[in-house]
T-cell receptor
Framework: NAGVTQTPKFQVLKTGQSMTLQCAQDMNHEYMSWYRQDPGMGLRLIHYSVGAGITDQGEVPNGYNVSRSTTEDFPLRLLSAAPSQTSVYFC????????????FGNGTRLTVT | EDQVTQSPEALRLQEGESSSLNCSYTVSGLRGLFWYRQDPGKGPEFLFTLYSAGEEKEKERLKATLTKKESFLHITAPKPEDSATYLCAVQANSGYALNFGKGTSLLVTP
């Protein structure tokens, strides 16, 4: 099993550009989520999904969209990149939406200039 | 509002010098408390889940304990390979999200 795979590993965008961060898991996990990690802030939840076709907002959803058309994939879309979105983004999945440990990908480091 | 506070922010130990990391939390009904290890440039790696006060879990040199207000991660006779950032997170009964602390950066020197 590959676990949780995130692509790309690194990305540089200009302000106003859009892009999609990809996330795929091969563990048949029900729950998937996106976090951002900033120095001194800890991990903060952006969006999550409890199953295919179901998504909801986390703590910091503004400027991001998600969809979950399959169990395996959970892409994160930046609609119009801003310097405040410079961060490391982690995708995570778990077997169920509660009491199951999250399995994290290795992150995408995004810089917006 | 749920809050998770980890201390110290950074800890430097000599190899073999045991210590503890603290995770204090406030949550409206604890569903679970999670400990993760994060190496530089990697995603967090799951270590333990604790569900109720008094519970303890062990893995190699690590032991996690839980009270009604805090959790401790005890590191016994650490080795340099234990150097990492240790993250604590709580999940409340009311939702799905894990609320993470800012982490403790541990450096173990030979």
């Amino acid at each position: 099993n590959a676990g949780v795979t995130q692509t790309p590993k690194f990305q540089v965008l200009k302000t106003g550009q859009s892009m999609t961060l990809q996330c795929a898991q091969d563990m048949n996990h029900e729950y998937m989520s996106w976090y951002r990690q900033d120095p001194g802030m800890g991990l903060r939840l952006i969006h999550y999904s409890v199953g295919a076709g179901i998504t909801d907002q986390g703590e910091v959803p503004n400027g991001y969209n998600v969809s979950r058309s399959t169990t395996e994939d959970f892409p994160l879309r930046l609609l119009s990149a801003a310097p405040s979105q410079t961060s490391v983004y982690f995708c995570a999945s778990s077997r169920t939406s509660y009491n199951s440990p999250l399995h994290f990908g290795n992150g995408t480091r995004l810089t917006v200039t | 509002e749920d809050q998770v506070t980890q201390s110290p922010e950074a800890l430097r130990l000599q190899e073999g010098e045991s210590s503890s990391l603290n995770c204090s939390y406030t949550v409206s009904g604890l569903r679970g408390l999670f400990w993760y290890r994060q190496d530089p440039g990697k995603g967090p790696e799951f270590l333990f889940t604790l569900y109720s006060a008094g519970e303890e879990k062990e893995k190699e040199r690590l032991k996690a304990t839980l009270t009604k207000k805090e959790s401790f991660l005890h590191i016994t006779a650490p080795k340099p390979e234990d150097s990492a950032t240790y993250l604590c997170a709580v999940q409340a009964n009311s939702g799905y999200a894990l609320n993470f602390g800012k982490g403790t950066s541990l450096l173990v020197t030979p």
